[in-house]
């Protein structure tokens, strides 16, 4: 089954070319700033730290997307940002893509598949229409110059970029916890899971449940091994009873023979040396 999460970043391609006019121009966003609270799952990919991971994104559910198309798009990002969620029976996502985007011809572009339709959204409280392309579980839209909206339903995304580009907002959706650990700038990939469970058993292929408040953590390109990344992973337990054994069990998870865990409190470990294959990151996201 092709991912839902794939094929959003898939019809970038359409998008990145270029778009229809722009709105007066307002004050700057956050891309963070477009993400809903609540998701499972939150993830910053800079694309200088693994251009193939975004290039597998966008190939992995259509054919037609070239690997230079692909290659095209990735020389615009800079950064996704992502918010997943995945049950049995759904998935979910939400991408908001910062870089260089030219905005003059993307319309027409998507306008010559048929699958493609053109729909307005007026958020709550405007007076400004923005215009965004929808598709079966998809739909996308281009509200500044250095910004792509890519969900499966678009729409709020639209709404809080017009609260802080025109409104004044300065509040994100997300937890404080998250934006703080995602807003930041260099080549590390960063996560944060709000609901770790559902993450650790998609990464380790292992029911890992551990009481878990929140896990998140870092990963930076393996210098000695181009197939891997190097992880640090911060676990915060709700129990200090299980900590010793959460340890041993991880350790089993991810074979941790060569990585280093500090306590940080009675409850909160940072495991750091994690060598992970980069198609266990892949895993993530259906590729």
Not at 121 to 136: Q, V
Not at 152 to 179: K, Q, T
Not at 192 to 205: C, D, E, K, V
């Amino acid at each position: 089954m092709q991912s839902v999460y794939a094929a959003v970043f898939a019809s970038l391609i359409l998008v990145i070319l270029g778009s229809c006019a722009s709105l007066p121009k307002g004050a700057e966003v956050n891309p963070l700033d477009l993400l809903s609270g609540g998701a499972a799952f939150y993830m910053r990919i800079p694309k200088k730290t693994d251009g193939e991971l975004v290039e597998r994104i966008l190939r992995a559910s259509a054919e037609h997307i070239s690997e230079s198309d692909a290659k095209l798009i990735t020389g615009r990002i800079d950064t996704i940002y992502a918010a997943l969620t995945r049950t049995k029976t759904s998935f979910s996502v939400e991408a908001a893509v910062s870089g260089n985007i030219p905005r003059r011809t993307a319309g027409a572009l998507l306008l010559k598949s048929a699958q493609w339709k053109i729909e307005t959204h007026i958020p709550e409280k405007s007076i400004r229409p923005y215009i965004y392309y929808a598709s079966t579980g998809v739909s996308l839209a281009f509200p500044s110059p250095t910004i792509v909206c890519a969900a499966n339903d678009v729409r709020p995304m639209l709404s809080a970029f017009d609260a802080h580009a025109y409104g004044g907002s300065l509040s994100h959706n997300v937890s404080d916890a998250v934006f703080d650990w995602l807003n930041v700038s260099g080549s590390e990939i960063r996560f944060y899971a709000p609901n770790p469970l559902s993450f650790l058993t998609i990464l380790t292929g292992t029911n890992l449940n551990l009481q878990l408040n929140y896990v998140k953590g870092a990963m930076i390109s393996d210098s000695a091994h181009e197939d891997q990344y190097l992880m640090s992973i911060e676990f915060d337990f709700n129990n200090k009873n299980i900590v010793r054994a959460g340890e041993a069990m991880l350790a089993l998870a991810f074979g941790l023979t060569n990585a280093q865990t500090t306590r940080n409190s009675p409850t909160n470990i940072t495991v750091s040396g994690i060598r992970i294959n980069k198609r266990q990151l892949y895993k993530l996201f259906v590729l």
